[in-house]
């Protein structure tokens, strides 16, 4: 079954290889990570280089581990960001908003329906994978996969996409039991740590439309 409603995001793009894949695939958004401790990260110049690699084409969104509003307003100077992706409390995201007048998605680990995130909420979506396991260095981008079937009874009410441990080979199933609009992935693109792979890429993008 054809699903080009899907959305499909690329995140941890690095490289100008990754990027070109990004743009021929035809995915909705490109992240790049702001988050020096992960092996995708990116300086705020090379993300300038890279994002400037073509005009259009998929969003740029950033993603950042609570991030300080000068942190961002820095970045912002210097690349065009579309959306704001954060591991940051639900508290901290009406800020951002209201500072950068951009939409701000809030990552987050889903473990038990306690950790589902309350209607009121201010963030514009979510990113939703599995909590990161006993001594991670990073709150995400761990190739964990999440509880599917937690995920199929959660009625969400914003945009969300699913993360965490998804790839080319199971990214349909995934979307299928948790009727996720879409999905974001990284580390299941990759041929190794931090290094893209425009085949796998293009492979994830059309599992994921069908």
Request: glycine share 10%; charged share 20%; aromatic share 8%.
């Amino acid at each position: 079954m054809l699903a080009p409603d899907r959305k499909v995001k690329i995140c941890g793009v690095n490289s100008p290889a990754a990027f070109d894949a990004v743009v021929e695939a035809g995915a909705d958004y490109l992240g790049f990570v702001f988050f020096p401790r992960s092996p995708r990260y990116v300086t705020p110049g090379e993300a300038a280089a890279l994002a400037a690699r073509q005009a259009g084409g998929p969003r740029r969104v950033g993603l950042f581990v609570n991030p300080g509003l000068d942190e961002i307003d820095e970045i912002l100077q210097q690349v065009p960001l579309d959306v704001l992706q954060v591991y940051a409390p639900a508290e901290a995201i009406a800020a951002l908003r209201n500072r950068f007048g951009r939409p701000v998605w809030r990552a987050l680990g889903i473990a038990t329906p306690a950790d589902f995130p309350v209607p009121k909420e201010v963030a514009d979506g979510y990113v939703v994978e599995a909590k990161p396991p006993p001594g991670a260095t990073r709150p995400g981008g761990n190739a964990v996969l999440a509880d599917w079937h937690l995920l199929s009874t959660w009625r969400a009410q914003k945009f969300w996409l699913l993360a965490g441990g998804l790839t080319p080979d199971n990214v349909a199933a995934a979307l299928a039991q948790t009727n996720a609009p879409g999905a974001d992935v990284s580390s299941g693109v990759e041929s190794a740590p931090g290094e893209k792979s425009p085949e796998l890429i293009r492979r994830f993008v059309a599992a994921v439309r069908g």
